[in-house]
């Protein structure tokens, strides 16, 4: 598939959009170099992580390789035990939720943006049925994990490609459906994922993001010193996630297409730990 409409990422201020929290500071740690790749420090690194490079983002390789692209760790964590014990025992809301919005929304043109471990493409291929469901994803494995899910070919449209920059038409999707992608990228590629969404769908179109809720400081989870400092190592963007307002940064993102984004429910679950929001994205001139 080729690129039809190349945009340029928008020039955003991300300052007014996130606290300055140290998300940016350990992600450019994380990200802008590797002191002992470079040779400056004294201890020599495999950096065992680059062998599953292979035209993916570093930031997925380099933290989540062991989660979505080792295919020993697809088949370990495709199990609803797992899947639940990850999400504290809520898999089964969250996807409840998630489904329930989308009954509601317009089926014609569907997009999963990213894979996800679970039933949740099976079931939104027998909602959006007759219609094919489009998914798109940058790991192969994690697009053949999900078409063999799914009962025919035609039900679902599988194609690789990076989220940040989609090569699809501007408008062409009437529901998009982020399922907990957005936490696990960084702050600029966040930014460069929800302007793609802005601009893939249309006036009248919506947008589903099943997601954490903001920076939890009431909920033992975030409370605890220990779960708090597991949940972050094994997430190392969610703390900036937590920060960031979701919804202002989609109407600063929209500007660009002349769209804005308003939020039409917002459920929270797990005592405001995750949420499932539904926001209807239409032109600016309404
Ligand atoms: C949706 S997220 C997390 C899903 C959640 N933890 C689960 O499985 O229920 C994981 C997926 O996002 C994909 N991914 C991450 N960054 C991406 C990007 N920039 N473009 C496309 N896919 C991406 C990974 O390859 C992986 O399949």
């Known amino acids: 598939m080729t690129k039809t409409n190349a945009h340029e990422t928008p020039d955003l201020n991300v300052d007014n959009l996130c606290s300055p929290v140290n998300e940016t500071e350990s992600e450019l740690e994380g990200l802008q170099g590797d002191k002992t790749a470079c040779g400056s420090s004294k201890?020599?690194?495999?950096?065992?992580?680059?062998?599953?490079?292979?035209?993916?983002?570093?930031?997925?390789?380099?933290?989540?390789?062991?989660?979505?692209?080792?295919?020993?760790?697809?088949?370990?964590?495709d199990h609803q035990p797992i899947i639940n014990a990850i999400l504290f025992g809520q898999y089964k809301k969250l996807m409840g939720a998630t489904m329930a919005r989308l009954e509601n929304a317009p089926h014609e043109n569907t997009l999963q943006l990213t894979c996800v471990y679970g039933e949740l493409t099976p079931k939104l291929v027998e909602t959006v049925s007759p219609a094919s469901l489009h998914i798109t994803d940058v790991?192969?494995?994690?697009?053949?994990?999900?078409?063999?899910?799914?009962?025919?070919?035609?039900?679902?449209?599988?194609?690789?490609?990076?989220?940040?920059?989609?090569?699809?038409?501007?408008?062409?999707?009437?529901?998009v459906v982020l399922f907990f992608l957005l936490h696990e990228v960084p702050q600029q590629a966040r930014l460069n994922v929800l302007?793609?969404?802005?601009?893939?769908?249309?006036?009248?179109?919506?947008?589903?993001?099943?997601?954490?809720a903001p920076l939890p400081t009431n909920h033992i989870i975030y409370r605890f010193p220990p779960s708090r400092w597991i949940i972050t190592k094994l997430e190392p963007f969610l703390d900036g996630?937590?920060?960031?307002?979701?919804?202002?940064?989609?109407?600063?993102?929209?500007?660009?297409?002349?769209?804005?984004a308003d939020v039409v429910s917002d459920e929270r679950i797990f005592a405001d730990f995750y949420r499932v929001t539904e926001y209807k994205i239409t032109s600016r001139d309404e």
């Open 43 to 77: 201890f020599p690194s495999l950096n065992l992580y680059r062998y599953f490079l292979d035209g993916q983002p570093e930031y997925l390789v380099r933290y989540y390789w062991w989660a979505y692209l080792w295919p020993v760790a697809t088949w370990f964590f």
């Open 139 to 175: 790991a192969t494995v994690q697009l053949e994990l999900a078409k063999s899910k799914v009962p025919n070919e035609q039900a679902l449209l599988a194609t690789r490609m990076n989220a940040e920059h989609l090569a699809y038409r501007d408008d062409s999707f009437s529901t």
């Open 195 to 212: 302007s793609e969404c802005m601009r893939v769908i249309p006036d009248g179109g919506v947008l589903l993001v099943t997601e954490y």
């Open 241 to 260: 996630f937590w920060r960031m307002d979701v919804a202002s940064t989609l109407n600063e993102c929209g500007k660009n297409f002349d769209k804005k």
